[in-house]
């Protein structure tokens, strides 16, 4: 399968299909050198396969984890382009998850001014979401994606056979994004995590995932108004994975908790708490509804009136912006955790 992103000049293909990480040499020029960006978690076999269609490839292998979106190994992908005389007709090919796909896409944004980059996204994750919509950035001083640009790919290769090497619970983690654009946006791919088996669909669902943020993406590059519905279950989600900052939920399930009190129908979030239980998201939780929204207000997203905007589905397929009061916030959540 294949979606094109029309961003003017900016335009480039995603291609999903499995195999296609063996061919993406004949996809885009690999015949140059190449900086193959990928973590210690990452299967060696992938970086092999990307390396055997490289010209010219360097391998620069992080440790796993987000601990690696910093300065300073920003400052060693740099540097190891530097050492091998990269130029500005070189590319950076990002080969594992979001971490990697963010760093190595900013240090491609930045390197004399921005060189070719390739995305090749081997998680579910990286697969349904970070893909799209042309974020890079890195972490500094402890806090998420502080420095970064908006820089868009030459290409996405995501070949849903890498998914079969991922833990289960990273897996599945991803798949959350996927039940997101399926409540907001598409019924018949929320549908199918009802009636069908993910791991068959998975094309398709990855697929349906990327048109729903290609429609938004498209419309609104650099999120000034219509992309803010992607956030669905991301201003309650992000303050239940700080609040649970010692804890060990992942990103994709902190946002599975935190669109459930935002769906307004109890039919509805029946419907969803019954497929995270198919497919092992969490659907309960104990949290501090006070503390929860104490952090929403310290949150960027709190305005000096003290209103905070969130997106709630008022039924399946739509999202509507809401601007709620404090007290408004706090009722919805906590009756969303009963
Ligand atoms: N740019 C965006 O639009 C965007 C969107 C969402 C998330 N993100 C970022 O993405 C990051 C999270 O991404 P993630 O969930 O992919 O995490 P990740 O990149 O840490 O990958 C998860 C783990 O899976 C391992 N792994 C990767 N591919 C594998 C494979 N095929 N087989 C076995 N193991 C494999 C990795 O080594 C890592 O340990 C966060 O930093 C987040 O901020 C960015
Ligand atoms: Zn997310």
Redesign the pocket.
């Known amino acids: 399968m294949k979606l094109t992103m029309r961003l003017g000049v900016r335009s480039y293909d995603i291609i999903i299909k499995r195999g296609v990480l063996k061919r993406v040499g004949q996809l885009v020029n690999l015949n140059r050198r190449v900086l193959v960006v990928s ?5 060696k076999k ?1 970086i092999k396969t990307i390396l055997a269609q490289c010209g010219q490839g360097v391998p620069v292998v992080l440790p ?3 601990e690696s ?1 910093s300065l300073a190994r920003y400052g060693e992908v740099l540097g190891a382009m530097v050492e091998h005389g990269f130029t500005r007709g070189d590319a950076v090919l990002a080969l ?7 760093l190595a896409g900013f240090a491609a944004a930045s390197y004399m001014r921005g060189v070719a980059f390739i995305n090749c996204p ?2 579910t ?2 697969q349904i ?2 893909s799209i ?1 042309g ?3 890195i972490n500094l001083n402890g806090v ?2 502080t420095v970064g640009a908006f820089y868009q790919p030459a290409l996405v290769a995501a070949d849903p056979d ?2 079969k ?3 289960e619970r ?1 897996f599945v ?2 798949l959350a994004e996927a039940v997101k654009a399926g409540i907001i946006a598409d019924e018949a791919l929320f549908e199918l995590f009802e009636t069908e088996d993910v791991c068959e669909n998975i094309e398709e669902i990855i697929y349906r995932s990327l048109v729903m943020k290609k429609n938004v993406v498209e419309q609104d590059e650099r999120e000034s108004g219509l992309r803010a519905v992607l956030n669905f279950g991301h201003t309650l989600g992000h303050a239940i994975e700080s609040a649970n900052h010692l804890g060990d939920l ?2 994709g399930e902190c946002v599975a908790l935190g669109m459930l009190p935002m769906i307004e129908q109890p039919s509805l979030r029946r419907r969803v708490r019954a497929v995270y239980k198919k497919l092992g998201l969490p659907s309960r939780i104990r949290y501090d509804g006070d503390a929860i929204c104490e952090f929403i207000r310290h949150d960027k997203k709190a305005g000096a009136d003290g209103m905070v905007t969130v997106v709630r589905a008022p039924r399946l397929g739509e999202a509507r912006l809401d601007r709620l009061t404090m007290d408004e916030l706090r009722a919805i959540v906590k009756e969303g955790v009963r």
């Open positions: 973590d210690t978690g990452v299967p992938y796993q984890g987000e979106k594992g998850g979001g971490v990697v796909g963010d081997t998680t994750l990286s979401d970070s919509g974020k890079t950035a998420k994606n890498t998914l090497t991922l833990p990273h983690n991803g992942y990103h």
